[in-house]
């Protein structure tokens, strides 16, 4: 099992950006899968993007499609995911999961989540 650790997470205007970051340490990050869920109050996980184990193929929720880019650095062990134009509607705690599959993910490791808020 891979440990997780999400990071840049905040508050932000409404247009603006962030980019998240996911740590990973354990067993070797460039045999999984990553992907970005997130959560906001009252409402289940939504799965937000997913990347190849090589980072040579990338899916997104529609909801995010051209605002968000997920990317990885093998080298260090850390995948990140790029938001920019951000909604209201894009607050919520976001996680990373580390797994085998793709887009979908069979996956047991999940980091803790960074909250991210959008102010109107």
């Known amino acids: 099992q891979v440990q997780l650790v999400e990071s840049g997470g905040g508050l932000v205007q409404a247009g603006g950006s962030l980019r998240l970051s996911c740590a990973a340490s354990?067993?070797?990050?460039?045999?999984?899968?990553m992907a970005w869920f997130r959560q906001s109050p009252g409402r289940e996980r939504e799965y937000v993007a997913a990347i190849t184990r090589s980072g040579e193929m990338t899916n997104y929720a529609d909801s995010v499609k051209g605002r968000f880019t997920i990317s990885r650095d093998n080298a260090k062990n850390t995948v990140y995911l790029q938001m920019s134009n951000l909604k209201p509607e894009d607050t919520a705690v976001y996680y990373c999961?580390?797994?085998?599959?793709?887009?979908?993910?069979?996956?047991?490791?999940w980091g803790r989540g960074t909250q991210v808020t959008v102010s109107s």
């Open positions: 354990g067993r070797t990050f460039s045999g999984y899968s």
């Open positions: 999961a580390a797994g085998y599959g793709y887009p979908v993910l069979t996956t047991n490791s």
